[in-house]
């Protein structure tokens, strides 16, 4: 291993690092993709807040389904089917949205992707976690600005196509051709797990693996992700119908309005990847929330538009290290059970994104989507002082 001239070892990306890399922007893309292409699916379909969030909902279904059963199914179909089946899945589900002219085959792709996206995240998290060991905090907080950026292409894309010729359907042939190219250009790429860990440590302790239980302290930061996952689900999610129905911007403008929510993740998280390296993640997890407790209300309560533009900014860059921090927080508490601590993890998510953007739904068809939104602000709330109570724990145990 590489050192520097202080003598810690040197962060290096090489091909399976970069794979991983471009493979959670493909999947941030997809993931990405239903929020800002709702409100014409609503438009299309003719369709009420409500059953445009069962879309939200069978998403998340499929990632409770796999976080639930993720690494047994990940063992058994080893990281590469489970990484390719995964990328592919995620591309046959946002095709039957964007084609199957009915209600009940969009929700479906929905699922699909869920299902999919789950599959292929559980084994590009446990990828990275192996390959980069200690060093993973740094591999999650890079990675996942590259996942930004696939969240702020999918927002520019719809927006720029969905005026043109080729239209918003567009975006999902987009995502298509790009799995295609990394599947011939990684082809010869081998996925291992940790069956094929040279050192054989793996294997000697396999049984102890399977048999471990995760500790106290991961739940603590899976329920700190489970909340702050809802936040960021309910911004992603209706933030491009909460800026056309609620501040009175165009279709196309509301959906590329979304694309500064994601360029302020990418910095955000850029950031974060710059702090890891110095600050220990949950200390980056904390900054992030005062952050979006900053712009979070500015984004929800403003009377001008350029304002709640400028709140959802701000949150944008505390919500972009949510997901990085609280995941390397949590895989700290058990490194020695990858697929395990991501599989449950993605759990977190799928609960999270079933549970608040779904309900923020309901509640917009009761009242305005202004009024729905303030179920986000408890979250926020709740979430932070979870961390904060475990981050003073950890310094009273120095």
Not at 99 to 107: D, F, L, R, Y
Not at 121 to 132: G, N, P, R, T, Y
Not at 138 to 147: G, L, W
């Given at each position: 291993m590489a050192v520097n001239l202080t003598g810690n070892p040197i962060f290096t990306r090489d091909r399976l690092t970069w794979l991983a890399y471009l493979a959670l922007g493909f999947f941030s893309y997809l993931e990405t993709l239903p929020g800002p292409i709702m409100p014409f699916l609503q438009t299309e379909l003719q369709i009420s807040y409500g059953v445009a969030s069962l879309h939200f909902g069978a998403f998340s279904l499929g990632s409770i389904l796999i976080g639930l059963a993720g690494n047994q199914l990940t063992d058994r179909l080893g990281r590469q089917r489970s990484f390719w089946g995964g990328a592919v899945g995620m591309a046959l589900g946002i095709g039957l949205?964007?084609?199957?002219?009915?209600?009940?085959?969009?929700?479906?792709?929905?699922?699909?992707?869920?299902?999919?996206?789950?599959?292929?995240?559980?084994?590009?998290?446990?990828?990275?976690?192996?390959?980069?060991?200690?060093?993973?905090?740094?591999?999650?907080?890079?990675?996942?600005?590259?996942?930004?950026?696939?969240?702020?292409?999918?927002?520019?894309?719809?927006?720029?196509?969905?005026?043109?010729?080729?239209?918003?359907?567009?975006?999902a042939g987009f995502a298509i051709i790009v799995i295609l190219a990394l599947l011939i250009y990684f082809r010869q790429d081998q996925i291992h797990g940790r069956e094929f860990d040279p050192g054989g440590r793996a294997e000697q302790g396999q049984a102890n693996v399977q048999a471990a239980r995760l500790p106290r302290r991961f739940w603590v930061y899976w329920l700190v992700l489970l909340l702050g996952s809802g936040v960021e689900w309910c911004i992603v999610f209706w933030g491009a119908t909460f800026f056309e129905q609620g501040i009175g911007f165009e279709k196309a403008t509301a959906a590329s309005t979304m694309s500064i929510f994601f360029g302020a993740i990418v910095i955000g998280r850029f950031v974060g990847s710059r702090l890891a390296r110095h600050l220990p993640s949950h200390t980056i997890l904390l900054l992030a929330q005062g952050i979006t407790l900053i712009g979070f209300p500015l984004f929800w309560l403003a009377p001008y538009g350029p304002l709640n533009v400028c709140g959802l900014f701000i949150a944008g860059v505390g919500i972009g290290n949510f997901y990085p921090m609280a995941l390397a927080t949590a895989v700290g508490t058990a490194p020695h059970l990858p697929e395990q601590v991501s599989a449950r993890l993605t759990l977190a998510m799928g609960l999270a994104g079933l549970i608040a953007p779904v309900l923020l739904g309901w509640l917009a068809d009761r009242m305005s989507i202004q009024q729905a939104y303030g179920i986000v602000l408890p979250l926020l709330l709740v979430a932070g002082g979870l961390n904060l109570a475990t981050k003073r724990e950890l310094f009273s145990k120095v």
């Open positions: 949205i964007a084609w199957c002219p009915w209600v009940a085959g969009t929700i479906t792709g929905a699922g699909v992707m869920g299902v999919a996206g789950t599959l292929l995240l559980v084994a590009i998290q446990a990828l990275l976690s192996d390959h980069h060991g200690e060093q993973r905090t740094i591999a999650f907080a890079e990675s996942n600005t590259v996942a930004g950026l696939g969240s702020i292409l999918a927002t520019i894309v719809v927006g720029s196509l969905a005026g043109t010729l080729l239209g918003w359907r567009a975006a």
